[in-house]
């Protein structure tokens, strides 16, 4: 059971018993019929719960990605947003004459109004 590595881990175990260990029966094992029952009982618990797991981990993964692709179609919709709103203030201002014209020419331009 998982009483018996943890144990034989310890590190006051390795100074104490280390030695007797061969003596006690300790390094061999023990099986017993009724814990073999209760051995696939646990089997059993932690393969729903490493399944468990695996789900939650595969949910919070494409959450991720649902949350990583809205924030990006809003940055796109902003983007454009912005784009269409700066235009539309150039159209309203009356200064589309002044798109593609020279920078020294958009300085007299500017002076002449």
């Known amino acids: 059971m998982m009483s018996r590595e943890h144990v034989l ?8 018993f280390k030695p007797y260990a061969k003596a006690l029966g300790l390094d061999e094992p023990q099986s017993h019929p009724e814990w ?8 059993i ?3 729903e719960k490493m399944a468990a797991d695996e789900k939650k981990k595969k949910e919070d993964a494409e959450k991720a990605i649902a949350v990583e692709k809205a924030k990006k179609d809003e940055e796109i919709k ?3 947003m912005c784009i269409s709103g700066y235009f539309k ?10 798109v593609g014209q020279k920078p020294g020419m958009l300085k007299a331009l ?4």
């Open 110 to 113: 500017m002076l002449k109004f």
């Open 78 to 80: 902003n983007r454009d």
């Open 36 to 43: 073999d029952a209760l051995q696939v009982k646990i089997d």
């Open 9 to 16: 881990a310890h590190e006051k175990f390795d100074e104490i």
């Open 89 to 98: 203030k150039i159209r309203d201002r009356n200064l589309t004459r002044l």
């Open 45 to 47: 618990m932690q393969a």
